[in-house]
Structure formats: structure tokens, C-alpha cells
């Protein structure tokens, strides 16, 4: 069951979450969101009351199992988009079932790499997955991923994985129960200069976990959200009293989270990319696969390089505060700190993100609705896709894109599904 390391390439990414064993059922209409009080677009723990829902959606409809979770789907289709097995470790609790067999399986196809925690009194993850037209009702029942303790992670079998990876990625929502273990991961990779990347994963995390995000919050290099996740994180935590607390450091994310959520109350200026959906001015995709350009940004171990090498004092050489005059996009590295980064999805409207303390509106290119078979996993592909352009060194810009393209590749896949063919955004590097 568990993935071999001998031989092993250098591992680009470690990734923390809850593996679940997803069934996707497509329905007609409303009644079991109705029976079992369940939204008709959204996500939640199922109560002992609607665990039932399982046996239901098994007994009555054809049901499609694939390997599910926020993180685990994101390393799925990292792999798939990097085009290279066993670049990506998974870690997290599975129980010693049927269920944990067959999820084994399907990542281990996928190309990833796994160092499950096994629990012996505890079953499988499984979430049942409500497909109604465009939209999902996601219902989980975590199980066994309730466990993943330090222990699991520090130790001999696991440090050496975490020592040679480049970017380690947490979930939100393995916060709701190994929050120690997060805040160890996090403090680890901050002394080790390993790129710390979080996703809020969902309204209430935010809204149970305020305190653990205010604690976490300083440690995150790169984080993801859907815009209600921001909004609802908006209300429940006190990023204002975060940033002042860290006032003292300018690069501290919770400065660049604050001028998003004041952006999202309309607080703040927001400046437009020239871009129009992925293609750009100086980078002009064709066929999935972008062309590079030499004046924009570049992403490398959570920093984010000038292209020119002219840096005086940590400010580009004829540049306000690392911008050229002429082009927004380019960027330069401030000393030895790593840049910091806030993305905010919208869906099909322009994402926004928060970059050298600016934010910006970045278009998506359109999809037809007709195209669209299933909004499952569409955040943590936009993740996978977005890390992958990462490890590759690319620009900023160009991983953005990368994000936006693989999340619309797999709205086209009924569940979170890899596609049969390869992916192509990065084909030429």
C-alpha cells in the first residue's frame, strides 16, 4: 500500500490533508439535499444523522470512486501538470479497509508519492460528492484523516522527504484537527527556507478556527482562497491586529491579506493586468503552451526574482520599489526575505492577488457552461496547476495562468478526475 522512496528523484513538494475516498453520484433533483438538510453548492462534516447519505447514494445511484481531499487532489494533478512521477509527496490519515486500498491505488496511478498515517480503529475518509447541474454538495466523513500527529511527521521516516522538498502545502482543513502539527510543519519550514503554502479550503474553517489561523497566519509564504473563504476569514479573524503586531516586518503576508480583504470591502485600489484571460503582452499562449517572456517576474523557492539582475539595495536599477515604469509585472528581489503572495479565486470572474504589497485583478480567459461537467476539485486544481508552474521556475504571471488552465481542464472531468491525455501548459521547458 504505501509508495517505495528508494530511487526516489528529489521530491519538489510535500503536501498535508485529508485523504478521502470520493463518490461522485450525478442527480436529477433535490430530495436527498432536502432529506439530509445539505446545501445544494457547498461542502460539510456530515452529523451522525446524515451519515446515512453514504449507504443511500450507494444503494440508488452509479456511483464514480476517485481519490478526493483538498490537498491530495492538488498533488494529483501537480503531478499531472508536471508531467513527472514521484516529484510529490502526500501525507495523511487513512484507516486499514477496502476504502484505504482502493484510494492507495488511484494516487499511486496518479504518480504520487504517499507516506499515509495508519490508523487502526479508524476507517477511511469518504465524501460523497451531490452533483446537481453545475453545482456540487460536497459531504465528508474524514474518519481516519483526524490523525496525523507530530510524531507522524518528525521522525525518520518523513524528515529526510521534508529536508529535500522545495514547498510544503497544508489544507485548511487539516487545521480542524492536527493544528500542532501544522504549526510544527510551518515553524519548520520558516527555519528551513522551505516556500510554507496554505489553502483556507472552506468558509468555516475560518469561521471555527480563528484562533489557529491568527497563529498560522505569520508563517504562510503563498496562500489560497475562494473569495467567500476571504470574506467570512474577513469576519472572524483580526488581520489588522495581526499586521500591527507585525509591523516591524514589512514582508510579513498579514500586511498583503489585510489590503485584500480592504480591497474586497472596496477600501482599496485594485490595478488591472493587461493581460486578456491567459494571454498577455509578452507571453502569448498557443495551443496550452505559454511562450516565455524576459521582462516579467519569476517565482523561485517562494522567491520572486527580477529578470535583468540589476538589483541596488534590494530596488531594481531604474525601478520604484521593484516596478518598472513601464511594466508592472516585473519584479525584483528584496535581499534575502522570501516574496510573499495572496490569490484569491472569483470563479470565472478575474482572480485577484496581492503582489509586492499591490493588489491586482488578473482576467480568466471564458468557458462555456456547456463545457462544464463538474466544479468538484476546481480550487485544488487551480492550486496543483499554480505549484507546478512554480517548481518549474516560471513567472509569476505564467503561473497564475497555469492555475486558471488546469482548473478549467478539469471542470471538464467528472469529479476530481485527471484527464487521459497530457497536460500541455508547460510543454517546452
Known sequence: MESKMEDLPKPLLVAFGNPLLDMTAVVKDRSLHDKFGLPVDGQLEVSNKQRAIFSQVKENYPVEYTA?????NSSRVF??????????????????DEHARRLSTIVQQSGVV????EVEDQPTGTCVALVLGACRCLCADIGAANTCDPEHVFNSRLLPVLEKAEYIYVEGYFITHS????LQ???YAQQHKKTFVFNLCGSYVCENHPNELTELLPYVDILFGYVEEYKTLDKFVDVEKVSQSHSNCPDNISHDVLLVLRALRGEEQIVKDKNKGAEEDHNVQKNGIVEKSSNHSSLTNGVINGSNGDVVNGVGSGKLNGYSNCDHDVMVERGASKQKLVVVTKGPSPLLYVDNHIVRERCVPPISPKDIIDTTGAGDSFVGGFLAALSRRRKLNHCLDCGTWTAQKLLQQKGCTLPTYAATFLSGD
Open 68 to 72: 478526493g481531499g483538498c490537498a491530495l
Open 79 to 96: 503531478s499531472w501538470v508536471l508531467g513527472e512521477p514521484e516529484r510529490v509527496v502526500f501525507v495523511g490519515g487513512i484507516g486499514k
Open 114 to 117: 504517499t507516506r499515509f498515517v
Open 179 to 182: 493544528f500542532p502539527t501544522t
Open 185 to 187: 510543519i510551518a515553524k
